[in-house]
């Protein structure tokens, strides 16, 4: 799991900031919250401090009672300064909402806060999701601030088109969902941890299911979330995933190849048929120890079934 530092800037969609910092901790990431002065007037430090279990830092000049450690770390056994303690220990530094205001500090180097700060002193991944009026968003200004920090190679989170703040206005600068700037911030931290760009990877998940008859089957109790889970995870990290499943019926993940397959048999060739290609083979599928030695072409009728007995 990760250490995210939460830069949070004044705007009206600072309460999503609130819903972020909880599904982060709750995938078990390690939160840290930074508030300029004008998020205060949006949003209290106390609620963030009740998701995350830390205290929130948005005086520079104040002292942090963690000492710069993120929660489940230990304390440092010194008094450092805290905005470079915390931008050294941090994995990913996240600014959402950015407000224009904010962007155009960060762009500019300037340092008058405890987020603008620790951001110029963080040697980790940083990114910021803009959030703003959409007239504020496609000034000139805005855009060639944007353009500066992707240039640094901060990752911007695009804002999303929908209702503004502003009463019946419509256009491009609403804060994406905080499920999504979860997923950004995870995809920034396995691209800075490693690529697999290039790696074929072939995974089997499920259960394979051996016909009794046309209805019947006797098989393995496999959902294939375990698969599942390693196909999306590689596929985040780059790689070529190619997925044979054997009777799932759970959506898989986004960008990777599925390939569905019913008995032992058909999960067999279909694994022989991918092998050659692939570098990484992963076989999590839960195949049937059993087959019967005959399968009925049709359904056996209740009558017949009494004192049947299955040879395997």
């Not at 931008?87 to 180097?109: C, E, M, Q």
């Not at 300037?110 to 990114?127: E, G």
């Not at 256009?171 to 999504?180: C, E, I, S």
Request: aromatic content about 4%; hydrophobic content about 45%.
């Amino acid at each position: 799991m990760a250490r995210i530092l939460l830069g949070v800037s004044g705007g009206i969609a600072a309460y999503k900031a609130l819903e972020l910092a909880r599904l982060a901790t709750l995938a078990g990431h390690g939160v840290r919250v930074l508030m300029t002065p004008a998020a205060q007037r949006f949003v209290g430090p106390a609620s963030f401090e009740g998701i995350v279990g830390a205290p929130v830092l948005a005086d520079e000049f104040g002292r942090d009672p963690l000492r710069g450690a993120f929660p489940g770390d230990p304390l440092p056994n010194h008094d450092p300064i805290g905005h470079l303690e915390l931008a050294a220990n941090a994995d990913v530094y996240l600014v959402a909402p950015a407000s224009a205001n904010t962007i155009a500090k960060l762009a500019a180097g300037i340092a008058d806060s405890m987020l603008t700060t620790s951001f110029l002193a963080c040697p980790a991944p940083r990114a910021v999701a803009p959030a703003m009026n959409d007239r504020m968003y496609a000034d000139a200004a805005t855009q060639a601030n944007l353009a500066t920090l992707r240039e640094r190679d901060v990752r911007v989170i695009e804002p999303e088109e929908g209702a503004l703040a502003s009463r019946g206005e419509r256009g491009v600068g609403r804060l994406p969902p905080p499920d999504r700037l979860l997923a950004e911030v995870e995809a920034l931290l396995h691209a800075a941890r490693g690529t697999w760009d290039g790696l074929r990877v072939l995974l089997t998940a499920g259960g394979t299911r051996e016909p009794i008859d046309s209805v019947r089957f006797i098989g393995n109790r496999s959902s294939g979330r375990m698969g599942l889970a390693l196909a999306e995870h590689g596929a985040r990290r780059g790689a070529q995933v190619t997925l044979v499943a054997a009777n799932v019926s759970l959506e898989g993940p986004a960008g990777v190849r599925r390939v569905d397959v019913t008995t032992a048999d058909e999960l067999a060739a279909a694994v022989r048929e991918e092998f050659p290609g692939c570098h990484v083979l992963l076989m999590a599928a839960a195949v049937a120890d059993f087959r019967p030695a005959r399968a009925e072409p049709g359904k056996i009728s209740r009558e017949e079934s009494r004192g049947l007995e299955l040879r395997l």
